[in-house]
Nanobody, 124 residues
């Protein structure tokens, strides 16, 4: 059973930065894509970013493009989300997920293991 654990959430002022981390258990981390999704209160889950198995290809949601950067360190079984120029509308619970395949995807159904989420609150 793969376990996925997010960390790094917190409270930040608008315009500030945060870096989220996601660590996954198991020896097969480097074989799969990883992704970040978020869900704000009363809203549907939204795709944030994804990265393929080697880290050479990345995907971003339109609302975060140019402000967020996804990366991974396969030697540490860890993925990151660097969030800059944060806005109040970025406030949400952020979820990390492991993909079912090596290539990244914007669809939540393409991911099989999910973390419990880490809360990000951006004050305006």
């Amino acid at each position: 059973q793969v376990q996925v654990v997010e960390s790094g959430g917190g409270l930040v002022q608008a315009g500030g930065s945060l870096r989220l981390s996601c660590q996954a258990s198991g020896r097969t981390f480097s074989r799969y894509a990883m992704g970040w999704f978020r869900q704000a209160p009363g809203k549907e889950r939204e795709f944030v970013a994804a990265i393929n198995w080697r880290g050479g290809t990345t995907y971003y949601g339109d609302s975060v493009k140019g402000r967020f950067t996804i990366s991974r360190d396969n030697a540490k079984n860890t993925m990151y989300l660097q969030m800059n120029s944060l806005k109040a509308e970025d406030t949400a619970d952020y979820y990390c997920a492991r993909g079912r395949e090596a290539d990244g995807s914007r669809r939540s159904g393409s991911y099989d293991y999910w973390g419990q989420g880490t809360q990000v609150t951006v004050s305006s």
